[in-house]
């Protein structure tokens, strides 16, 4: 099984930055398709970022674009997630996920073979 650990979660001001990190195990890893999602209290989770391999084809949420940034490292098998310029409103779990196939882009939970467990950030204002 593809094993997916996240991390880099935290709290910052409205405005800061944060780094997420997802690491994952496969020999494979170099053409999933990977994404990230988000889900806060009382609402259902969200794509917020995809990526199909490493200088490949990204997408972005409309709520994201301009301020965050998908990009992988092969060779550590972890795939990032920088986010700027950060909103109370992106209070949120977010999880990493993984699709066997490389050709599409992760952008809903049922396309999603792999699933991290999450790591908080949370934005004050």
């Known amino acids: 099984q593809v094993q997916l650990v996240e991390s880099g979660g935290g709290l910052v001001q409205a405005g800061g930055s944060l780094r997420l990190s997802c690491a994952a195990s496969g020999r494979t890893f170099s053409t999933y398709a990977m994404g990230w999602f988000r889900q806060a209290p009382g609402k259902a989770r969200e794509f917020v970022a995809a990526e199909k391999w490493s200088g490949s084809t990204t997408y972005y949420a409309d709520s994201v674009k301009g301020r965050f940034t998908i990009s992988r490292e092969n060779a550590k098998n972890t795939v990032y997630l920088q986010m700027d310029s950060l909103r109370p409103e992106d209070t949120a779990v977010y999880y990493c996920?993984?699709?066997?196939?490389?050709?599409?882009?992760?952008?809903?939970?049922?396309?999603?073979?792999?699933w991290g467990q999450g790591t908080q950030v949370t934005v004050s204002s």
């Open positions: 996920a993984a699709k066997k196939t490389p050709g599409v882009l992760v952008l809903t939970t049922q396309q999603v073979d792999y």
